[in-house]
């Protein structure tokens, strides 16, 4: 039985989140130092209105959190991010050093935001399954996340998705959620940033993970260092199959899944996919119950 540490993606960032992390003096003077600009001021209200500085904070506070984890004994088998939470769970997994996920996040934001800096994003469609929804869909539009059997999340322009929403709403949709994202993740339009990402990526040198690194967008475990650095560079061009993954982690006997802050999104989507075992967000259960659950887990073994 083995435990999984997951990394959020874009949307429950908030003003401040860098302010209580733990060792947290010390991850942000490695964070600006690397950077060359004072990481503490990143998670500031202003600039999160930006994808460069939404995607770092996320960065910064997932490897702080499992770090943190790690010191106290908890060690996990497995790690998984939606989206840029694929880079931390790249570095805790020991794929990737912590120094090149912050250049390349750094880059990464700033190629999304460039290619779109306005008039795109995402919008969540809960209560229709992919059959039901795909047929909605217009040549602006295109299928980002599959999350949950009925919680799926579309990307494309303002215009398009609201269309899509209207239509996804008449056709028995539960809910239709902007989400606070201001670029058309995880769908062909990311295309052409994700090859510049991926040029970048020649100049850095991957590990073979010390644990098995699952990727979000595929739903399949990872070992080889060059098909981690194409998973990690296209992810923001490719579908996020959140579902799948979470399935195939359960398959590989995973039976405690611990959400890294910030948010508890994911750990109710992993609920749902589970068929046994535990999902915990560390957020609001707190470390010592962290702790707890996977030492009862490891008795088990």
């Given at each position: ?189 990311l295309a052409g940033p994700a090859e510049k990402l991926a040029e970048a990526f020649q100049s850095i040198t991957l590990s073979r993970p010390r644990t098995a690194y699952l990727s979000g967008s595929s739903g399949r475990v990872v070992w080889q260092p060059e098909q981690i650095a194409d998973d990690l560079a296209f992810n923001m061009s490719r579908t996020v199959r959140w579902h799948e993954a979470m399935i195939a982690a359960n398959e590989r006997e995973v039976r405690l899944a611990i959400e890294m802050p910030p948010g508890a999104v994911l750990t109710g989507l992993t609920r ?30």
């Amino acid at each position: 039985m083995k435990i999984l540490l997951t990394f959020p993606g874009q949307g429950p960032q908030r003003a401040g989140m860098l302010q209580q992390l733990p060792a947290g003096d010390e991850i942000l003077r490695h964070a600006s130092e690397v950077l060359g600009e004072q990481a503490t001021a990143l998670d500031s209200a202003e600039a999160l209105r930006h994808t460069r500085a939404v995607q770092l904070c996320l960065l910064i506070a997932g490897v702080a959190h499992a770090r943190a984890l790690q010191e106290r004994g908890l060690f996990p088998d497995m790690t998984c991010g939606l989206s840029i939470g694929a880079y931390p769970a790249a570095v805790i997994a020991g794929a990737l050093k912590f120094e090149d996920a912050l250049r390349l996040v750094s880059l990464r934001g700033e190629l999304m935001e460039q290619a779109y800096p306005h008039g795109y994003g995402l919008t969540a469609i809960i209560g229709l399954t992919l059959s039901q929804l795909e047929p909605l869909l217009d040549e602006q539009s295109w299928i980002a996340n599959i999350n949950a059997e009925q919680q799926l999340v579309i990307a494309g322009s303002d215009a398009a998705m609201q269309r899509v929403a209207e239509k996804a709403l008449s056709a028995g949709a539960q809910r239709v959620h902007r989400l606070a994202v201001s670029v058309p993740s995880h769908c062909a339009l990311l295309a052409g940033p994700a090859e510049k990402l991926a040029e970048a990526f020649q100049s850095i040198t991957l590990s073979r993970p010390r644990t098995a690194y699952l990727s979000g967008s595929s739903g399949r475990v990872v070992w080889q260092p060059e098909q981690i650095a194409d998973d990690l560079a296209f992810n923001m061009s490719r579908t996020v199959r959140w579902h799948e993954a979470m399935i195939a982690a359960n398959e590989r006997e995973v039976r405690l899944a611990i959400e890294m802050p910030p948010g508890a999104v994911l750990t109710g989507l992993t609920r749902q996919a589970f068929s046994e075992g535990e999902a915990l967000s560390l957020e609001q259960g707190g470390s010592d119950l962290a702790l707890t659950l996977a030492k009862r887990l490891r008795n088990q073994r």
